[in-house]
């Protein structure tokens, strides 16, 4: 079955210290997305791919970077940790094409990071 | 500015008494609306969506939202709330290329 996956589950890691989230989906989708979730604020979109060689930021991508070279994989890199940074992670993606939010999104099972 | 509210941030039912949670957004043109829910330690799961057309939409699980479009609102409703329902339920909201979710209003099932 087709699916999206997020590695690690959880992670800790320092301040100042360079972190890349991965995130793989066997959907073949085209959009594929990073939020963060934080308590009070729901998710908030931080970079969003609308395919190969593309990437676009959201609403909440200082401190964040991605990039796309292929359809699968969307890796989220946090150039250098800061605390503000602790959070829950969720990947997602979604077929289609003209605008992400017009189909479903499919989400991965989050990444747990702590940054000290 | 764009904005998307869910008033309540926890609301407990008994079980088989009927649900509705509430959602509002602040957007010019009218938006793609949606509501997740997210379970324990899982990652958001589509409940349904709302386009155009019809205002009242069915979705998965026996839930059903409609839009009004007067109030800004798309609300949630259950008629009979199971056990399983327990979770975490976000209203999001997508006008163009920006894609806003509420903070979540989290639902207890009591026995």
């Known amino acids: 079955d087709a699916e999206i996956t997020q590695s690690p589950r959880h992670k800790i890691t320092e301040t100042g210290r360079?972190?890349?989230?991965a995130c793989h989906q066997t959907w073949n989708h085209n959009n594929m997305f990073w939020y963060r979730q934080d308590l009070g604020h729901g998710l908030r979109l931080i970079h969003y791919s609308y395919g190969v060689h593309?990437?676009?930021?959201?609403?909440?991508?200082?401190g964040y970077s991605v990039s796309r070279s292929n359809t699968e994989d969307?890796?989220?890199?946090?150039?250098?940790?800061?605390?503000?940074?602790?959070?829950?992670?969720?990947?997602a993606s979604s077929p289609g094409t003209g605008g992400f939010f017009s189909y479903e999104q499919?989400?991965?099972p989050g990444t747990r990071l702590t940054v000290t | 500015a764009q904005s998307v509210t869910q008033p309540d941030i926890h609301i407990t039912v008994s079980e088989g008494?009927?649900?509705e949670l509430r959602c509002n957004y602040s957007y010019g043109a009218t938006p793609y609306l949606f509501w997740y829910v997210q379970s324990p330690g899982q990652g958001l799961q589509l409940l349904l969506k709302y386009f155009s057309g019809?205002?009242?939409?069915?979705?998965?699980?026996?839930f059903e939202a409609e839009f009004k479009r007067s109030q800004s609102s798309f609300n949630l409703r259950k008629p009979s709330v199971h056990w399983s329902?327990?979770?975490?339920?976000?209203?999001?909201?997508?006008v163009g290329n920006d894609m806003r979710f509420g903070a979540g209003t989290r639902l207890t099932v009591k026995p």
């Open chain 1, 106 to 108: 499919y989400f991965g």
């Open chain 2, 85 to 94: 329902d327990a979770a975490e339920y976000f209203c999001a909201v997508g």
């Open chain 2, 17 to 19: 008494a009927s649900l």
């Open chain 1, 54 to 62: 593309d990437t676009n930021k959201g609403e909440v991508s200082d």
């Open chain 2, 54 to 62: 019809d205002t009242l939409v069915q979705g998965i699980k026996g």
């Open chain 1, 74 to 91: 969307l890796p989220l890199t946090l150039e250098s940790a800061a605390s503000s940074q602790t959070s829950v992670y969720f990947c």
């Open chain 1, 18 to 21: 360079q972190v890349t989230l």
